[in-house]
């Protein structure tokens, strides 16, 4: 591959449509070749939710899963050039996203095992339990959009009082949708592994908060359109200086 450029060149207009159906190895082609700020963009939009589920999974705070999305795609372009593809750039940017997760981890001065509980709801006779189980209209209705809310919180606090080796892998594979072995590969695990820590995740969950949590999983850690532009912006504007 040519050597990693030193600014990205971008235009005014925004992502062009012709680079969509362009894989991410040709996008990382056209950033080494040409300085491309919009394939780099294009690169960023495509894997942005991800890796700020997978960044929040791990840290439990919005706010430092962004920052490590951008120093992610910073250092992403810096060491572009070491990806040497043409599969498995999703995995290649995950590993920096994670590396830069646990160390945020590890300046707080302690590590996030097993020891992250939190108590969990007891769902026998509890009311939110029950409105849960019986959230089934998908016509719209405000007071039901109150209880899918309540949900998805309580939901969200459940994940996040998971292990962290739980909460990451039940993220990846139930969230994000990835396979067992892409999940693997993506963490350095084995595939057995992989799938005694998601049995395990979901196990606990179910335990809190019933089967009906599988439906509301996908809509967990929404990454709006102003958040996915904001980091964006941010990694552009510090690439292009």
């Not at 007891?122 to 949900?151: F, T, W």
């Not at 809509?219 to 504007?237: P, Y």
């Amino acid at each position: 591959m040519t050597p990693k450029p030193r600014k990205l060149v971008t235009s005014q207009s925004s992502v062009p449509s012709a680079l969509e159906p362009l894989t991410d190895y040709d996008l990382v082609l056209r950033v080494l070749g040409e300085c491309d700020g919009a394939a780099f963009e294009l690169i960023m939009r495509r894997h942005n939710q991800r890796l700020y589920r997978l960044a929040r999974s791990i840290l439990k705070n919005p706010t430092d899963a962004e920052d490590v999305v951008q120093e992610t795609y910073v250092t992403a372009f810096q060491k572009l050039e070491s990806f040497r593809g043409p599969s498995g750039f999703s995995a290649w940017l995950a590993k920096i996203a994670l590396n830069f997760a646990y160390r945020r981890v590890r300046r707080r001065g302690r590590v996030v095992l097993f020891e992250d509980f939190v108590s969990p709801p007891n769902g026998e006779g509890d009311p939110l339990i029950s409105r849960i189980e019986n959230i089934e209209s998908s016509e719209p209705d405000p007071e039901l959009n109150v209880q899918i809310a309540e949900l998805r919180q309580l939901l969200e606090n459940a994940i996040d009082a998971l292990p962290v080796e739980f909460r990451t892998v039940f993220i990846l594979a139930k969230v994000e949708g990835q396979s067992i072995k892409e999940v693997a590969e993506t963490l350095s695990l084995n595939e057995q592994t992989v799938k005694t820590r998601l049995f395990r995740a979901k196990k606990k969950l179910q335990e809190s908060l019933g089967d009906a949590f599988d439906e509301l999983v996908p809509s967990l850690h929404s990454f709006d359109g102003e958040r996915c532009d904001r980091i964006v912006f941010r990694v552009l504007a510090k690439l292009t200086r």
